[in-house]
Each structure stands twice: as C-alpha cells, then as structure tokens.
C-alpha cells in the first residue's frame, strides 16, 4: 500500500485499519501431526464449535444436521475438515489479506483452530475425557428480543404457510405501522414467527414512507428524495437486531408501511410463519443528532453477462458529508461471486476497505468494530467492484448457456452493496479522526 498523502487524515482514518493480515502458510505437517495426536473432541474441538458452530447447528434451525454433542459431531469429522480448511464454515466472507479485519460478530475461525480440526479428523476424531468437555453453552430464547421490548412490533398481515416440500420461495408483504405519529428508532430487529426459524433463510425489512426534499436536506431522511423506501433491518441465522449508536436514529414517520422480503425453504413439515419486525424508540420529543443511512448504493448501472464467462462490473457512489461507515454487504444473485470496495479519497488516494466473497445462500452483514469504522471525508467516493461467475464451474449457476442482465429474478442478476453509514458534521469528523490517531500513537 502507498503511503497517505493526505494531510494526515488518511493516516488517522486507515492507518491503524488497514493491516495486510494474509493467511499464514498451511501449518508444516510434523507440527500437524503432533497437534493431532494431542487433540480430542472434549478439550479442543468442542470449545470451537460452541462459539462458532453451534448457533446454527442445532435442532430448530435450517442447519443441515445438529453438531451439539459428539455424537452428533463424530459422523461428520473428516466433512467439517473440508468445510473449515476451505473456510466455507462458518460461513464468513471477508478476505484475510486485504482491508480491515475487525468486525464484531465474528465466527471465523483462526488459523490454529482449523490445524486443530484437521488434525483431529485426520487422528480419527478421538473423543477424549469427558472431564475436559465444557459446558454446554446457553443458548437465547428464540422468542425474546435481543433489543429489549420493543416500544412497537408489526407483523406480516396473515400467516404464510410453507409446505412440508417445494421449491424455495421469495415473496413480499406489506404492512401498515399503526404509527400515528413521526418517531426515532432507537433500535430494530427482525424475526420469523414462533417456531418458523426452520423454514426462514433469511426475512429483510423496508421502512415505506414520504420521503420530502427538505427533510431529507437536514440529514432527517436517506438521501435520496426520489426513493421512499429504505432498509430497516435483517434477519439470518445467528443474527440479532441492530442497536443504533447513541445520538443517532432514523426517522419513522406517521402512516409509516413496512415491506418484509421473504426466503422460505421447506423443511419436511407444514408450517407456519407470522414474520414480525420490533421497533424500539427514542423517547418522544427527543430528536437525535445524526441519522443512519443503510441503503443500496454503489451499483453497477448496467450488468452484461455473456454466456460461459467470468465478468466485473463496477460502481460508484459519492459521500456529500463526512461520513462513518459501520457496515457492508455485498448483493448478488446466484452467479455473484466475489465483491470489493475502496474508498477514493479527495486527494485521489485510493484505499481498499475489504475484499469478500460471495453464495447467494449467505446473506451476511459485516459490521465494523467500532474502533475501525471507516471515517472517510466529505467528497469520497465509495468504489465498488464485483465479478459474476456464469460458467459450469459455478454450482450455484442456473444455466451457464444463458446471457444475463439485470433483473429481480433470482436468475436474473443484480451488483451493488449494501452500505450502512451517518454523516457527520466536519468538527465531530476531525475530532474522530484526531481521537483515532492518538489512540494509535499510544499503541
């Protein structure tokens, strides 16, 4: 990376960020070989699975099989072997070798845990003394709300039943708020109804409502007047709701709709599912300083995906303000495959923020750390790269024979990011940018 040339913002902002953690080189065998003869399930392998496996991998959910006890485990050893040396689980995208590598949530594994489970398998899955088996971890209500008691909860407005077996299906819903009166979000979570996590992959919800150029001009209201729906929230395995940060919020106004897209997969038994979204606010007449923007944004205007090949689109988007960014997610659809994002500077420096990969079956939000959260100036321009994969090789790839275009079909193609971010005013801007540098100087 070439040095910051820009005043000593670009230093404060990406210097202590910015940290070219490539993966080490694979492990020498002896080193494997002697860790596998140590490791068992109870003292090393299940310690790993409880953080980063078993969130999922539990009876109720849409995981594939349970992996809570040994027994459950030992079956699938040398499969979990690949799965993790390929870092396909957990699933996690994020590139290791570029960009920022902090975000909260995060249920990679390290390197030393994946030597760990290799070499496990490879010995035979010892199980090990029970003595060394750590307790079982606790896992959340799956009804209660990781954001507190919402002040107000909607929900989709009939029961959708998804049939023992079919096909996977997208569908949307509208509902009215009931609000009847202009509010600011404090917090917000989605869920599926009681007992349908099984056959939910993953529910987004919408805010739909008049958006006015005024308000949108003091920062009340995305920026983007043309528009009135913005993103509100989603919901995956192993995600919770999202607490915005303190003295900032997003306007919900009277009359407010709410738009709930939906991914039901069958899961061998009929059931039902009332998806609701909770809404928590800030107390009445407060009115927060900054509001958070989550919105598509960096898209590629035209998507041209010839038969049998491998293409890259690009797309832009510019910041007016200051702005904190404080997460990404890439949207594709069933030939994304990989998607990278850089921030050109005003001075014309080009800093990469993260490279990730991409399945259409793992829609994931990735939130920065927050002593990492990207502070870019007024006047950057967010530059996003995405490649799509139209050949056999591509598993997930419909028809390799088919030109592709854009399209809200999931056979159809799409290419922006998900981006999350407040503008801030230009003194609180400078004042995290010299915070930053100091806290790195002290390091």
């Not at 996690?92 to 920022?100: A, Q, S």
């Not at 609000?179 to 919800?205: C, F, I, M, N, W």
């Not at 009332?274 to 927060?288: N, Q, S, T």
């Not at 139209?390 to 790839?397: E, K, L, P, Y």
Request: glycine share 6%; proline share 8%.
């Amino acid at each position: 990376m070439t040095p910051c040339n820009c005043h000593g913002v670009c230093a404060a902002v990406f210097g202590t960020v910015f940290l070219y953690a490539a993966i080490p080189a694979a492990t020498d065998q002896a080193t494997a070989t002697s860790s596998g003869a140590q490791a068992t399930y109870t003292k090393d392998v299940a310690p790993i699975l409880q953080r980063s496996c078993q969130t999922c991998h539990r009876p109720g959910t849409n995981a594939p099989m349970s992996l809570l006890t040994y027994e459950d485990v030992r079956p699938w050893a040398r499969a979990i072997k690949a799965k993790v040396a390929a870092r396909i689980m957990p699933p996690w995208h994020i590139e290791r070798n570029v960009g920022i590598q902090q975000f909260k949530d995060d249920p990679s594994l390290t390197d030393e845990e994946i030597v760990t489970i290799a070499a496990w398998a490879d010995a035979g899955a010892p199980r090990g003394d029970p003595k060394d088996l750590p307790p079982p971890p606790t896992f959340p209500d799956d009804e209660a709300w990781h954001i507190g008691t919402p002040d107000l909860i909607v929900e989709i407005p009939k029961d959708h039943i998804v049939p023992a077996e079919g096909g996977d299906l997208w569908i949307d819903y509208i509902a009215d708020s009931g609000l009847t009166e202009d509010r600011y979000l404090q917090a917000v979570e989605s869920k599926p109804g009681p007992g349908a996590r099984s056959v939910v992959h993953h529910l987004l919800t919408y805010l739909i409502q008049q958006v006015d150029e005024d308000e949108v001009l003091v920062g009340r209201l995305d920026d983007r007047a043309t528009n009135n729906e913005s993103f509100l929230n989603e919901y995956a395995v192993g995600k919770n709701g999202d607490i915005l940060p303190d003295g900032t919020g997003k306007l919900v106004k009277a009359g407010a709709k709410i738009r709930f897209n939906l991914h039901y997969h069958a899961s061998g038994k009929e059931t039902r599912d009332r998806a609701r979204v909770g809404l928590k606010f800030y107390p009445k007449g407060y009115v927060p300083k900054y509001h958070q923007i989550s919105l598509q944004i960096a898209r590629a205007q035209e998507i041209d995906i010839p038969p049998h090949s491998v293409t890259r689109h690009d797309g832009y988007y510019r910041f007016s303000k200051p702005a904190r960014v404080s997460a990404i997610q890439p949207h594709m659809h069933n030939r994304g495959k990989r998607m990278c994002v850089e921030a050109i500077l005003p001075t014309g420096q080009v800093e990469p923020l993260n490279c990730l990969g991409f399945e259409f079956a793992w829609h994931k939000v990735y939130n920065y750390a927050d002593e990492v959260t990207p502070l870019l100036p007024a006047g950057t321009m967010l530059h996003t790269i995405l490649w799509h994969d139209n050949t056999a090789a591509n598993r997930s790839n419909p028809d390799p024979r088919n030109w592709v275009g854009y399209g809200q079909r999931t056979i159809d193609e799409m290419a922006f990011a998900w981006v999350t971010w407040t503008y801030l005013e230009e003194e609180d801007f400078k004042k995290m940018v010299a915070e930053r540098q100091k806290r790195r100087t002290n390091e």
